[in-house]
């Protein structure tokens, strides 16, 4: 079930809102009303993989209470080993065993043979959630909790399918603790709203773009000429659509938890004004970095390391299992080894520090993200290699482009909201208007503010019922 969906807007959250509000006299019931209603949203689209994240829920927290009563501490670490064994194994199984074997050429591993396994909705996110809480558990940073506070952790439905990945011990006082008031209620749907029109209305549009151009480069020259001009819109036509579907999500996911009394950390921090590569990587996917640094490259010793080649086998770890956790293909791990190459670069040789201007540090760092969702986004790396060659004009495909300028007129003015809005320009507008020492313009901003928003979701819900495209990138990770 998407958020953006019809029977989620008017039929799913509604009524769970609803029913929550009811139980306000009783925080338990609130708890296992939301628990249920996340399998339930679970399990609407994935019917049988809801008992795979109940075996989870189940398996981690006996673990999780065995470890913290452990008296031996070789006995507390083979416990540790075998909970990261199984999240890791059931990971491999249902993402990366079908890569392997066909890696192998192989029908049979392990003595488990080859069958097509749907990929289960969430499974990474879920499964990275599930780890920490044990992790945490054996270092002592969290109490071992009850299976119900656990399964209300894991599978919550808001960042359910697509993260922010939340740390047990960032939430864990607010399942028993949290306020729910109107201020953050009224927050929290603004929140929603907004990412609800940045994913219909404008990632939605440059998917629509993106999807066309690289299919078109994945037929082949001889049948379908992909100019230059048409390459390179095809490839900002992505750049824009995974940062908006995906923030978007976030954002809907952190509105949601707002109005259920959960504060959720931010997952994004305007990625695109990044002034190097490292820095894009503060600002995308903050969740899953913290997750690696805390998780991963911290214990093997990080940063603090006497010997700098401990310090480069570090990141490669960390990068290689950054590719690795967003797909099986070998797309995925040269895009993580790519990151690493050029942020270890960024670490040895100070650029793009010693570049002069903050335009030149901004036109590198976009140059190289976007050629890298390129590879991200290409089917197998030879597309990648020939979507390049179109990008260069390598292909005797030329420069100019009809389509390109076509798509370009009709969709100009998404484009243009998709580059304003991917800087901080709403949020510096925000500031200006509500902090404006006229009190006539502050109050006409707080009564218009709504309207927009209303006027927004109406639009939104427009383009929804008319069975506008309607994809959501996450849902293969």
Not at 39 to 46: H, R, S
Not at 203 to 224: H, L, Y
Not at 372 to 393: C, I, K, S, T
Not at 401 to 410: C, I, N, Q
């Amino acid at each position: 079930m998407l958020f953006s969906s019809i029977v989620f807007l008017f039929v799913f959250f509604p009524v769970v809102l609803v029913l929550y509000y009811c139980f306000s006299f009783s925080r338990m019931l609130q708890n296992i009303l939301l628990l249920l209603a996340s399998l339930v949203f679970y399990a609407w689209g994935e019917p049988v993989y809801v008992l795979l994240m109940i075996a989870s829920i189940l398996v981690n927290s006996v673990l999780a209470v065995m470890i913290e009563r452990g008296k031996s501490g070789r006995f507390r670490k083979m416990l540790l080993a075998a909970a990261v064994t199984l999240n890791l194994s059931t990971l491999f199984v249902f993402k990366y065993l079908g890569f392997v074997m066909e890696l192998v050429r192989s029908e049979e591993l392990f003595g488990i043979k080859a069958v097509s396994l749907a990929l289960p909705i969430g499974i990474s996110f879920f499964t990275f959630q599930a780890m920490s809480y044990v992790v945490d558990v054996y270092r002592g940073t969290v109490r071992a909790e009850n299976p119900f506070y656990v399964g209300l952790y894991i599978s919550f439905f808001p960042q359910l399918i697509a993260g922010p990945i939340i740390q047990y011990n960032t939430i864990v006082d607010q399942i028993r603790n949290r306020r729910s008031d109107f201020d953050m209620f009224s927050m929290g749907i603004c929140r929603f709203v907004v990412g609800l029109g940045k994913k219909v209305l404008l990632s939605n549009c440059f998917a629509g773009i993106a999807d066309n151009v690289f299919s078109w480069s994945a037929i082949g020259t001889e049948r379908m000429m992909v100019p230059a001009m048409l390459a390179w819109l095809g490839s900002i036509a992505y750049t824009l659509q995974i940062y908006y579907d995906f923030s978007a999500y976030s954002d809907m996911a952190i509105g949601l938890g707002m109005c259920f009394g959960f504060e959720f950390p931010e997952n994004f921090n305007y990625p695109y004004i990044a002034s190097s590569v490292s820095d894009f990587w503060r600002r995308w996917h903050i969740s899953l970095t913290n997750w690696f640094r805390e998780y991963v490259y911290f214990p093997l010793g990080g940063s603090r390391v006497a010997n700098q080649d401990y310090m480069v086998r570090n990141m490669l770890v960390v990068w290689l299992l950054t590719g690795i956790w967003h797909g099986a293909n070998w797309t995925f791990l040269f895009w993580g080894l790519a990151y690493f190459i050029f942020q270890l670069a960024e670490r040895f040789f100070e650029y793009p520090e010693k570049m002069q201007g903050r335009f030149l540090k901004h036109f590198y760092t976009l140059m190289v993200v976007n050629a890298l969702w390129v590879v991200f986004r290409a089917d197998d790396l030879y597309q990648a290699g020939r979507f390049f060659m179109n990008m260069l004009g390598l292909n005797n495909n030329g420069f100019y482009s009809d389509m390109a300028v076509m798509l370009f007129r009709e969709n100009w003015v998404f484009f243009l909201a998709g580059v304003l809005f991917a800087m901080p320009f709403a949020r510096d507008m925000n500031r200006i208007l509500y902090g404006h020492p006229r009190i006539f313009l502050h109050r006409v901003c707080t009564v218009l503010y709504p309207v927009g928003l209303m006027g927004l979701f109406i639009v939104c819900v427009s383009y929804l019922a008319s069975g506008t495209y309607n994809p959501f990138i996450y849902f293969n990770f």
